[in-house]
């Protein structure tokens, strides 16, 4: 059983150290647009807010749970409370952004399919 979690606590760790240059990328991309009226839209807005928040979500998950469960820095993490503290609250504050932005993304998406002529002066 050790074995099989500790199999997958370093390929999600791997996953995670991967998707990050990849949504910074993308982010930067989303971001660059700015010259154009479409990337000035709430919609990007709200993608730039989620792609960050995922991207702080994923630092704080690598950095604050899975260095310590691997055993290094155990001394570090022990030590005092700080952080375990920052990562109640980071973790606390991304989910609400994700939760928040996913939900208007959603809105915002599923409007624009059932009303598609509406949803351009609504959206706005």
Request: glycine share 2%; aromatic share 14%; hydrophobic share 55%.
């Amino acid at each position: 059983v050790e074995i099989v979690t500790l199999v997958v606590t370093y390929l999600t760790s791997i996953i995670s150290i991967l998707s990050i240059p990849l949504m910074i990328f993308i982010l930067r991309v989303i971001s660059r647009g700015n010259c154009s009226s479409v990337a000035n839209t709430a919609f990007f807005t709200f993608c730039k807010v989620a792609l960050a928040a995922d991207i702080l979500s994923l630092l704080t998950t690598l950095l604050l749970i899975k260095i310590p469960s691997l055993g290094w820095f155990v001394h570090f993490y022990t030590a005092n409370d700080a952080p375990k503290r920052i990562f109640y609250f980071l973790n606390w504050a991304t989910r609400i952004m994700q939760g928040f932005s996913s939900t208007y993304i959603c809105i915002n998406r599923s409007t624009a399919v059932l009303f598609p002529f509406v949803h351009p002066h609504v959206s706005a």
